[in-house]
């Protein structure tokens, strides 16, 4: 994968293939966390930093320590581990640093350690064959057009929840799951400009 180059990866993961929106990595916590613009945007924040240093991290793991020891086999259980020693970071700071945002997150900060969005990028990078730049460049692309997913769909609810009425039929995951998916119409738009697979 040496012939795309890393701004190209960068842009077609933030649009025209956004982890959350083409590969659908990341839900429970985007209908969940969507319901509130701050807490939707704190958790974009943390996502788009654990993905961008998981990332890095990951690529080093794999390429430095499983594959010279021919330890492959271990990636998920490894990438796991790197993945949850840094979310314990970012949960650490932002309790320290924002007690509304760290309540408001709940149980949602720590389930970045699962979230299958970010081991979906690290094993990505893998199976695609991306040197460090092309990894730094998805894992910050995956991170940022994840949160502007999020952001677009807590926009949004917050507008339906003090304007619109809702069919009764299609109020909570109904109409969450409609709005989700004319956003990845919106993003699949860009399509013609640049996708990698």
Excluded: H
């Excluded at 490894?78 to 924002?98: G, H, K, P, W």
């Amino acid at each position: 994968m040496q012939e795309v180059g890393a701004f190209v990866i960068f842009f077609a993961s933030i649009f025209t293939s956004n982890i959350l929106l083409t590969n659908f990595l990341g839900m429970c916590s985007y209908l969940s966390v969507s319901r509130e613009i701050r807490t939707a945007w704190g958790l974009g924040i943390a996502v788009v930093f654990v993905m961008t240093i998981t990332s890095v991290a990951n690529y080093f793991v794999y390429y430095y320590m499983l594959v010279p020891l021919q330890l492959e086999y271990l990636e998920y259980i490894a990438f796991i581990i790197v993945i949850a020693a840094l979310v314990q970071v970012v949960e650490m700071i932002i309790e320290r640093t924002s007690d509304r945002l760290y309540a408001s997150l709940g149980i949602f900060l720590p389930l970045i350690t699962v979230n299958c969005a970010v081991l979906g990028a690290a094993l990505f990078l893998i199976i695609r064959k991306y040197d460090f730049y092309q990894s730094l460049a998805y894992g910050a692309g995956s991170g940022i057009g994840w949160m502007l997913a999020i952001m677009a769909l807590a926009g949004i609810r917050a507008k339906m929840a003090r304007r619109s009425k809702v069919i009764p039929a299609l109020e909570g995951p109904g109409i969450v799951l409609i709005v989700t998916g004319i956003i990845a119409l919106g993003f699949i738009g860009f399509s013609g400009i640049v996708q990698i697979n």
